[in-house]
Structure formats: structure tokens, C-alpha cells
């Protein structure tokens, strides 16, 4: 059992939600991201997303964009992610780490590569947010024989087909994108969600996370009644910035414990 599936297993017997943080790599602060990490784990992140700086962030709205941009200006690539992974992994063995980036860096540093190198490194999980599920089989396949799961993203216009072809070939969780449009944007409809994630059950097995559009405890709590996972990015990622390098890693923990104790008010009552 990987450690997503057994995270997730653990937390189903408990009845809790998963918590999973998205932070950029090297940003707000190149040599940060480890201590941020670390801290959201010891908050209650069960799950954390390390988003791998590109150029051109199509899906991302323009607080990851902007991220992604100061994380390039300080020279984070691969390579320096891959370490930030290695750094994490010597203080902590417990809390998966999943990649979440685009296909052109992956396929720069050459995939079979890639999933060598992230699979030392301590990776659990790769989602690439530009890899349709349809054209991607032989990836998945060499992430599960690295030991790792993929994860891929459905949104509320995704086809009855596309559905079909993730629950096929996904492990780990699918990430449902609750809004259409880019990451921060909108405003979350939790009837929509609650409408969604029945549909997306009949063809996917495994824990299906939510994510774009959550931005407070209070909306945390309200889909952790209805989702196996909630996902946190841009308003963390808007905290982190406005944080000066001292006080970072305990804004980013102070922000997560905050929502753990809000998911931790439904445990019991998960349907």
C-alpha cells in the first residue's frame, strides 16, 4: 500500500477529511519551502502538494502564476524541488508528498528520469496538470512501478468518457477542480460540489479531493461533509507572501491548524 492510500485508509476508519496544502517551490523564500512543509505537517496536512515552477502556468490564477514566477527568478527548477523532497524526507517519513506541475518541465528532464530521481527523492505522487488521463497511460505506468501514485484532475465540465478513463488508471486521489476557470478564482458552490462528486464516485474508486475556490475554515468545513479531501492553495500561498522569512514556516502552520481544527469538527458525521 503506498503511503497516499494508506494515509487516506487511516483517515476513513477515523471518519476525518484529509487536509492537503498546495505550496510553490521556492517561494515566497528559495530556502523556505522545507521549513514551511515540515511546519503544515506538524499542523495536520496530511497530504502535500509541491508545485514545480513553470513559465506558463495555464491553469493557475494569478497568485500561483505569480509565485511560480518569483520561484523561477530565484532559479528553482526540477532539480532544486527534487532536493526540497530529499530535505522534507530526512526529518519526515510520514506525510506524502505529491509533484503538481506541468508536462513541459517533466519531459525537459526526461521522464523516465523524472520518476527515477523523484522516486529516491521520496515523491509519492505526480500530478500533471496538462497530461490528459487518455494520453498518459504509459506515465501512470511507470509512476506505479516507481512505487508512486498518479493523480489527475476532473472539472465540473468533465465528460461522463473522461470520468471512465481516470477512474481506470488513477491511484492515489483525483483532484475535482469545483470551479471552472483557473486556481483562486470564483466563488465555490458547495450544492454544485455535493451534486458533482456522486457522479464522479460511479467511475473513480479512489478518495477524491476538492480544491480551487476554498479559501477559509468555514468553507473547509462546509465540503469536508461531502469530499474525502479538501485542498488548499492560493490563499496560503497569499499568506505565505505577506509573511517576512522568519515568521513563514509559522504562518504557514498557524494557517493549517486553523483549518485541521474546522475539518476535525465534522469528524463523526462524514456520510
Do not use: W
Not at 477529511?17 to 517561494?27: K, S
Not at 515523491?123 to 501514485?149: I, N, S
Not at 509559522?250 to 485541521?260: P, S
Request: proline share 5%.
Amino acid at each position: 500500500m503506498s503511503r497516499i492510500a494508506a494515509t487516506f485508509a487511516a483517515l476513513k476508519e477515523a471518519r476525518r477529511t484529509a487536509l492537503i496544502p498546495y505550496v510553490c517551490a521556492g517561494d515566497p523564500y528559495a530556502d523556505a519551502t522545507v521549513d514551511i512543509m515540515l511546519a503544515m505537517a506538524e499542523a495536520g496536512a496530511d497530504v502535500i502538494e509541491l508545485g514545480i515552477p513553470f513559465s506558463d502556468p495555464m491553469a493557475d490564477g494569478p497568485v500561483i502564476q505569480k509565485a511560480s514566477e518569483r520561484a523561477l527568478a530565484r532559479g528553482i527548477g526540477l532539480p532544486q524541488v527534487l532536493e526540497m523532497v530529499r530535505g522534507f524526507r530526512a526529518k519526515n517519513l510520514r506525510t506524502p508528498i505529491v509533484l503538481m506541475g506541468y508536462a513541459n518541465p517533466v519531459e525537459r528532464y526526461g521522464s523516465e528520469r523524472f520518476v527515477a530521481d523523484a522516486q529516491a527523492a521520496g515523491v509519492d505522487g505526480v500530478l500533471v496538470v496538462d497530461y490528459p488521463p487518455e494520453e498518459c497511460e504509459a506515465f501512470a505506468a511507470q509512476l506505479a512501478r516507481g512505487g508512486m501514485d498518479a493523480i489527475f484532475l476532473l472539472a465540473p465540465t468533465s465528460t461522463e468518457a473522461r470520468m471512465k478513463h481516470v477512474g481506470r488508471i488513477a491511484t492515489g486521489y483525483v483532484y475535482y477542480v469545483s470551479l471552472k476557470g483557473v486556481t483562486g478564482a470564483g466563488h465555490l458552490d458547495i450544492g454544485d460540489v455535493a451534486r458533482m462528486l456522486p457522479r464522479i464516485r460511479r467511475h473513480v474508486q479512489v478518495p477524491v479531493g476538492v480544491g480551487f475556490g476554498i479559501r477559509d475554515a468555514a468553507t473547509a468545513k462546509a465540503l469536508a461533509a461531502v469530499c474525502d479531501a479538501v485542498v488548499i492553495g492560493s490563499r496560503l500561498v497569499q499568506l505565505l507572501e505577506a509573511a517576512p522569512r522568519e515568521q513563514v514556516a509559522a504562518a504557514g502552520r498557524d494557517f493549517i491548524a486553523e483549518i485541521r481544527i474546522a475539518l476535525d469538527q465534522t469528524s463523526g458525521v462524514k456520510a
